[in-house]
């Protein structure tokens, strides 16, 4: 061919300038322009605008949904952009939060909250490793994670995606993107098992005020984050500084918005922030990977949808989740750079970043899904990297009489609804958007996990309500909390509350009445369980701990100690919140940090 674009033995630099220096401006607005697969008029849409990504939202899957139908599908969108006068490959994005959750059968990891739980940056690091081996062997190269969100006020629904509310732990726990994308310089970005990575949600995602959010149904999500400029660097932009340091690929902006109280400009939107997209991430940090924008979230701007184009696009957005219309935003960017509003160094900007990662990716010599990991898919070998994390995860917030850890011979009284629901113990993200209890994906409950520790599957009666006769049981476990939600339907007034379900309480005072007990809560974040305490002979944090729930059984029988230690402050009641560490008022009913351990037992 003799382009030198094309040559794998140039730099990225100058493949970069070649490529673009070839394209027209109907070229370059396409790479800026991200669909959602399900809106494409036409896969014909693909090659006529040029489009640079295409994504799978939250349950967007194919069918069948396995492994291979993941690279069909990614591959036949691939496909089209040979028709294309460059060929400009697509990139493909999807979220895998915890896994690659969308696709049943993969390894489910517990959720961010868990991990951050495990304080273990090395296990971090593995269990990101195995989901970009993961999603890469099904042909995406692309995860939209990690969230370096730091939860704030645990009424946000996605308090669980969050490493926890100390920015210190957040940071700490960061070598997760090494595990998703390799070396900080990109190098591994090529290989069969690496991803391109997406720190998320820049900035003050967690910090929003409760109350404050006017998109949508939501109450704290998606709303108005309320710090000084010292506040914001220090626990919002602390994570994102760590993660330009590692080499992050892309950035997703917050929907939410700054209000700086020494400002009188007011609550403005992260995605039409210039001074801290441009100026803050950009410039100061020294960003070089791309800006893509959340959901039809520059739609929230204030203004028409030019205006809104425009203002994101000259914030320091380079590519847009459109993801829908993907045809009037193309002509809009189009319309915007001919007419000057957006300036042809924006523009050309946005491309050569988008071009860098792809050509990193090595999407120009191998568009198509390396399928030579395919098999590994779900394998024993990654839901062993699940279980370790699942059982690091598990905090002990009490343990009176050294309860746990139980003995196999034990006859053990299993009561719950979160105790045989794989569902509810891997949560949101999971198969679907929302997540959804039941046994929606491939894995271990709790109750099996315990089932098979225990001397014989016998010595363990399972009554979900606690109606069974409970005469001539050693010990009670009752695993209770959360059925799964995501984003601002988890928030609390959203159909959702901190208290146990009127059926856990009964099956908590039903069996800690009538033996010792252990109270599981399998959940986003703390419940409030404070009425119930005494009642209680030990109290574990579960969080979401995902497919592994052999990993919880390890720590509940100890074949491995308790070392968690709580990521949040747990509080005593609602009225407390938010309550974080370091706040000068602070009585909480476990504080950050919390959590004993069974090291000896
Ligand atoms: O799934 C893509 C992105 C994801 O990466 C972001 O973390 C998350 O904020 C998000 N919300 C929606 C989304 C929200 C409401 C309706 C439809 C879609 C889509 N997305």
Redesign the pocket.
């Known amino acids: 061919h003799g382009l030198p674009y094309l040559d794998a033995k140039l730099p990225v630099k100058k493949r970069v300038a070649d490529l673009l220096a070839r394209m027209t401006p109907q070229e370059k607005a396409g790479q800026m322009t991200q669909a959602e697969r399900n809106a494409l008029g036409s896969p014909g849409d693909i090659a006529a605008y040029g489009l640079g990504s295409l994504?799978s939202?939250?349950g967007s899957v194919p069918s069948p949904n396995t492994p291979e139908g993941w690279a069909d599908m990614v591959d036949g969108y691939q496909l089209r952009t040979r028709a294309a006068r460059l060929q400009i490959p697509l990139i493909y994005g999807v979220?895998a939060v915890h896994g690659h959750n969308n696709l049943v059968g993969s390894t489910i990891m517990p959720h961010n909250i868990g991990l951050g739980a495990s304080r273990d940056p090395q296990l971090a690091e593995r269990t990101g490793a195995v989901t970009a081996a993961e999603v890469r062997a099904t042909g995406v190269p692309w995860d939209?994670a990690p969230c370096l969100c730091v939860t704030r006020d645990e009424r946000w629904g996605r308090s669980y995606e969050s490493f926890g509310e100390d920015p210190a732990l957040v940071t700490a726990m960061e070598t997760v993107i090494r595990g998703m994308q390799g070396a900080p310089d990109g190098r591994d970005l090529g290989r069969p098992d690496k991803v391109l990575a997406t720190a998320?949600?820049y900035a003050g995602d967690g910090g929003t005020a409760y109350g404050s959010s006017t998109t949508g149904s939501y109450t704290i999500d998606q709303g108005v984050t309320r710090v000084t400029r010292q506040e914001l660097e220090a626990v919002h932009l602390a994570p994102f500084r760590e993660a330009v340091r590692r080499g992050v690929g892309t950035v997703?902006p917050s929907?939410s918005s700054v209000d700086f109280p020494d400002d009188d400009a007011g609550p403005l939107k992260m995605h039409a922030h210039a001074e801290l997209i441009n100026g803050v991430l950009k410039e100061r940090m020294g960003f070089k990977g791309f800006v893509i924008s959340?959901?039809q979230a520059i739609d929230q701007i204030p203004g028409d949808y030019a205006s809104d184009v425009r203002t994101a696009v000259n914030a320091g957005l380079d590519m847009i989740?459109v993801p829908s219309a993907y045809q009037d935003f193309h002509r809009t960017l189009l319309g915007e750079a001919a007419a000057g509003r957006i300036p042809q160094t924006r523009i050309d900007d946005a491309v050569a970043r988008i071009l860098e990662q792809k050509f990193k990716l090595g999407l120009f010599e191998k568009p198509y899904a390396d399928r030579s990991g395919l098999g590994a898919v779900g394998s024993a070998e990654h839901r062993a990297v699940a279980r370790e994390a699942a059982a690091k995860s598990q905090v002990l917030l009490k343990n009176d009489g050294a309860l746990l850890p139980l003995k196999p011979s034990q006859k053990v009284y299993v009561a719950g609804s979160n105790a045989d629901d794989l569902g509810n113990q891997a949560g949101g993200w999971t198969v679907s958007w929302q997540g959804s209890s039941g046994r929606n994906t491939v894995g271990t409950t709790i109750l099996e996990g315990m089932r098979k520790a225990a001397a014989s599957p016998q010595s363990v009666t399972y009554s979900k309500d606690a109606t069974a006769p409970t005469a001539g049981h050693d010990v009670g476990v009752v695993v209770v909390g959360e059925t799964p939600y995501a984003?601002g339907v988890g928030d609390v007034g959203n159909g959702h509350d901190l208290q146990l379900s009127e059926a856990d309480k009964a099956a908590v005072d039903r069996v800690c009445a009538a033996m010792r007990c252990a109270v599981l809560v399998v959940s986003g974040r703390p419940q409030l369980i404070g009425d119930r305490l005494d009642r209680m002979t030990a109290l574990v944090a579960s969080w979401l701990p995902g497919t592994e729930g052999d990993g919880v059984a390890d720590v509940l029988y100890g074949k491995r100690p308790f070392t968690g230690r709580s990521p949040v402050t747990w509080p005593k009641s609602q009225a407390q919140l938010p309550i974080n560490v370091g706040d000068a008022a602070y009585d909480p009913q476990f504080p950050y940090g919390w959590g004993l351990t069974t090291l000896g037992a």
């Open positions: 994504l939202g939250g979220d939209f998320k949600h997703m929907y959340d959901w989740m984003e």
